[in-house]
């Protein structure tokens, strides 16, 4: 008889290892757990309404995610228009055409094996329906199976070098050395019922204290000079991360008009392979802000300016490259996310001593 299948008052021990993550040497454990007189989880329902009834908070605070609307996100959906890959359906259309309109929902985290899968046990959920205790959900297991993956064999990219690599960027941060996982910041508990948030680029606080920016300028024989610093805070992986298209722009302008800027992003190009048989597109390049006790990102801005009181600075997060936003019928608007933004006083420039 399988794990899954119901059984009077009994659990059932299945470890195992997930194929993604056998190199970081994660190990999870699962208890299945199926009182008497219980049904497969299907006679439950899958739609997020069904869990809706008995879960009423967590529902709401689900649709009004990014999750909710993987599948109908406006930048997304300009994207797949345009490349229909069957790789990204896997994570922006896990329930199929069927339940597509709900995304990322409750099943697709909490749906196994004809079971409800939980991180921790409840007498009341238990008895509601069959549990699968799987302590790996409330870890960084559960979110790299759509935030970790390789480039897809499709002969331009590497399909040695992963596509997005949040997953290895929290391993090498001091969150990770202190314990602290993705549901730390992305899913914070707001009551009995958990945190279903999942906090990201819509969230203006979160995206605020991701990183902190401090902006020096300061003359020279050429005219003005910006140096900036960028170094991340609030954040467990690098900035920004994800999807390789996304960049951060550290833009300057004076008061009277010079202005520069420098991004924070993956360059990718086509170069040859360690073989030289053949030639792929990958990064040669990243300067994004490292994970938080991984340094930080800093570069000198060169402004042709003489004469300034003040420069001001923003920091924006693009999602796609507006060229590209474009092309894809998309307004700045919808790319763009505003960061930090703010004003320095820029010191007198000091004259040269006179010497006699």
Same mark, same amino acid.
């Given at each position: 008889?399988?794990?899954?299948?119901?059984?009077?008052?009994?659990?059932?021990?299945?470890?195992?290892?997930?194929?993604?993550?056998?190199?970081?040497?994660?190990?999870?454990?699962?208890?299945?757990?199926?009182?008497?007189?219980?049904?497969?989880?299907?006679?439950?329902?899958?739609?997020?309404?069904?869990? !809706? =009834?008995?879960?009423?908070?967590?529902?709401?605070?689900?649709?009004? $995610? %990014?999750? @909710?609307? &993987?599948? *109908?996100?406006? #930048?997304?959906?300009?994207?797949?228009?345009?490349?229909?890959?069957?790789?990204?359906?896997?994570?922006?259309?896990?329930?199929?055409?069927?339940?597509?309109?709900?995304?990322?929902?409750?099943?697709?985290?909490?749906?196994?094996?004809?079971?409800?899968?939980?991180?921790?046990?409840?007498?009341?959920?238990?008895?509601?329906?069959?549990?699968?205790?799987?302590?790996?959900?409330?870890?960084?297991?559960?979110?790299?199976?759509?935030?970790?993956?390789?480039?897809?064999?499709?002969?331009?990219?590497?399909?040695?070098?992963?596509?997005?690599?949040?997953?290895?960027?929290?391993?090498?941060?001091?969150?990770?050395?202190?314990?602290?996982?993705?549901?730390?910041?992305?899913?914070?508990?707001?009551? !009995? =019922?958990?945190?279903?948030?999942?906090?990201?680029?819509?969230?203006? $606080? %979160?995206? @605020?204290? &991701?990183? *902190?920016?401090? #902006?020096?300028?300061?003359?020279?024989?050429?005219?003005?000079?910006?140096?900036?610093?960028?170094?991340?805070?609030?954040?467990?992986?690098?900035?920004?991360?994800?999807?390789?298209?996304?960049?951060?722009?550290?833009?300057?302008?004076?008061?009277?008009?010079?202005?520069?800027?420098?991004?924070?992003?993956?360059?990718?190009?086509?170069?040859?392979?360690?073989?030289?048989?053949?030639?792929?597109?990958?990064?040669?390049?990243?300067?994004?802000?490292?994970?938080?006790?991984?340094?930080?990102?800093?570069?000198?801005?060169?402004?042709?300016?003489?004469?300034?009181?003040?420069?001001?600075?923003?920091?924006?997060?693009?999602?796609?490259?507006?060229?590209?936003?474009?092309?894809?019928?998309?307004? !700045? =608007?919808?790319?763009?996310?505003?960061?930090?933004?703010?004003?320095?006083?820029?010191?007198?420039?000091?004259?040269?001593?006179?010497?006699?």
């Amino acid at each position: 008889m399988a794990a899954h299948e119901v059984w009077p008052l009994r659990v059932a021990f299945v470890v195992g290892l997930f194929g993604a993550f056998v190199a970081s040497g994660i190990v999870v454990s699962s208890i299945v757990i199926s009182p008497d007189g219980h049904d497969r989880v299907g006679a439950i329902g899958l739609d997020p309404a069904a869990c !809706a =009834s008995c879960h009423p908070k967590a529902a709401r605070q689900w649709r009004g $995610s %990014l999750h @909710a609307h &993987a599948w *109908d996100d406006p #930048v997304f959906v300009a994207e797949y228009a345009a490349a229909p890959a069957a790789s990204c359906r896997g994570c922006h259309d896990p329930a199929g055409e069927a339940g597509r309109e709900h995304g990322i929902d409750c099943a697709t985290c909490h749906v196994r094996d004809g079971a409800i899968v939980v991180s921790a046990s409840s007498e009341a959920a238990a008895a509601a329906h069959p549990l699968l205790v799987d302590p790996s959900l409330n870890g960084v297991t559960a979110c790299g199976w759509c935030h970790q993956f390789e480039f897809t064999d499709d002969g331009i990219h590497d399909p040695t070098e992963l596509l997005q690599a949040t997953v290895d960027e929290w391993a090498s941060s001091q969150y990770a050395e202190r314990g602290e996982t993705c549901t730390d910041c992305h899913m914070p508990r707001r009551g !009995a =019922s958990g945190g279903h948030v999942f906090l990201g680029l819509n969230d203006p $606080s %979160l995206m @605020a204290s &991701a990183v *902190d920016v401090v #902006v020096h300028p300061s003359w020279s024989a050429a005219g003005l000079d910006v140096h900036v610093k960028v170094t991340a805070r609030r954040i467990g992986h690098a900035f920004p991360t994800g999807d390789v298209f996304r960049r951060a722009v550290l833009s300057v302008r004076t008061d009277g008009g010079a202005q520069a800027s420098v991004s924070m992003q993956r360059w990718l190009a086509r170069t040859a392979d360690d073989d030289g048989q053949a030639s792929h597109v990958r990064t040669v390049e990243d300067t994004r802000v490292p994970p938080p006790g991984r340094g930080a990102f800093e570069d000198t801005l060169h402004l042709g300016e003489s004469e300034t009181a003040s420069v001001h600075w923003a920091l924006t997060l693009y999602r796609l490259p507006l060229a590209r936003a474009r092309k894809r019928g998309l307004s !700045a =608007s919808q790319v763009a996310v505003p960061i930090a933004a703010g004003t320095v006083a820029v010191p007198p420039i000091r004259q040269p001593a006179l010497h006699r």
